[in-house]
């Protein structure tokens, strides 16, 4: 079992930045992939980022993120991170993490574990 918690959410103006954290215990946090999702009212989950395991040298991207956000790992401190930028509007969800030892997807389904959330709103 891997018990995820994220932090890091919260109210920010547009343009302005957050990063969110994804802290990881009960298994070798760095022998799983993880990935970034959100989830915004009255909208399926989509994918945002993922990270391959141990060194993380693997990234990907949804479309209309690349170039604002940034996904990392400290393997050490067993936490993943999401580094936002120029939020917009349109990025104002709850953002989940999610860990998985056997594949790096963008399909939540595949994922094993999964964190609680934490609520990014960006004010226009």
């Known amino acids: 079992q891997v018990q995820l918690v994220e932090s890091g959410g919260g109210l920010v103006q547009a343009g302005g930045s957050l990063r969110l954290s994804c802290a990881a215990s009960?298994?070798?946090?760095?022998?799983?992939?993880m990935g970034w999702f959100r989830q915004a009212p009255g909208k399926e989950r989509e994918f945002v980022a993922a990270?391959?395991?141990?060194?993380?040298?693997?990234?990907y991207y949804k479309d209309s993120v690349k170039g604002r956000f940034t996904i990392s790992r400290d393997n050490a401190k067993n936490t993943g991170y999401l580094q936002m930028n120029s939020l917009k509007p349109e990025d104002t969800a709850v953002y989940y993490c999610?860990?998985?030892?056997?594949?790096?997807?963008?399909?939540?389904?595949?994922?094993?574990?999964w964190g609680q959330g934490t609520q990014v709103t960006v004010s226009s």
């Open positions: 999610a860990a998985d030892r056997n594949r790096l997807t963008s399909s939540g389904g595949q994922y094993d574990y």
């Open positions: 009960g298994r070798t946090f760095s022998n799983y992939h």
């Open positions: 990270i391959s395991s141990r060194g993380g040298g693997s990234t």
